[in-house]
Antibody, heavy 121, light 106 residues
Framework: QVQLQESGPGLVKPSETLSLTCNVS?????????WGWVRQPPGKGLLWIGS???????YYNPSLKSRLSISLDTSKNQFSLRLSSVTAADTAVYFC??????????????WGQGIRVTVSS | SYELTQPPSVSVSPGQTASITCSGDKLGNKYVCWYQQKAGQSPALVIY???RRPSDIPERFSGSTSGNTATLTIRGTQAMDEADYYCQAWDSNTWVFGGGTKLTVL
């Protein structure tokens, strides 16, 4: 059974870069699927950030694309998020998830527990 | 950009049927999925491809789509079904979530 776990700093200063990693166990990310990031500001709904294919192809949310980079490290079986020039509006719980865009189950079928990131000086 | 619209809240009595709608332009031409998010937890997939249910989801959860509206139906609603529910669809190389519906069982 696939499991995902986010890691990274819980506090980031304004204008700096937010970096998070999602460690995947129980499934080799090089075997297939897209792998995605979703965030949820306090008390608000879900926002898709972007997804990366096992081949490295990416899809990004247009509203974040200019500040966003998602990458894979197949040797460590993990994928990462970098969001630059952060502001308080980027404060949220960040989830990583398995994205079945290329599969029968076209949905996010497994999720990490989420990591709370606050942008503040 | 594409938008999915959900009612902010729906209330239902225990044992009754709850219906949560999700509307979007030409939504019937896209695959819709639904997530349940209980307080303090990660979202969990309850419906995919409009009406398919993961093996671990109870049969009381069902989904349908007609025209521009997708509907999540929960029959025999239980107290444990109280949660936020989100619809999701893929449009123009972008995943889009609805704003979410808070289901209250009272």
């Amino acid at each position: 059974q696939v499991q995902l776990q986010e890691s990274g700093p819980g506090l980031v200063k304004p204008s700096e870069t937010l970096s998070l990693t999602c460690n995947v166990s129980g499934y080799s990310i090089s075997s297939g699927y897209y792998w995605g990031w979703v965030r949820q500001p306090p008390g608000k709904g879900l926002l898709w950030i972007g997804s990366i294919y096992h081949s490295g192809n990416t899809y990004y949310n247009p509203s974040l694309k200019s500040r966003l980079s998602i990458s894979l490290d197949t040797s460590k079986n993990q994928f990462s998020l970098r969001l630059s020039s952060v502001t308080a509006a980027d404060t949220a719980v960040y989830f990583c998830a398995r994205d079945g865009l290329d599969r029968t189950v076209i949905a996010f079928d497994s999720w990490g527990q989420g990591i709370r990131v606050t942008v503040s000086s | 950009s594409y938008e999915l619209t959900q009612p902010p809240s729906v209330s239902v009595s225990p044992g009754q049927t709850a219906s949560i709608t999700c509307s979007g332009d030409k939504l019937g031409n896209k695959y819709v999925c639904w997530y349940q998010q209980k307080a303090g937890q990660s979202p969990a997939l309850v419906i995919y491809q409009d009406s398919r249910r993961p093996s671990d989801i109870p049969e009381r959860f069902s989904g349908s789509t007609s025209g521009n509206t997708a509907t999540l139906t929960i029959r025999g609603t239980q107290a444990m079904d109280e949660a936020d529910y989100y619809c999701q669809a893929w449009d123009s190389n972008t995943w889009v979530f609805g704003g979410g519906t808070k289901l209250t069982v009272l």
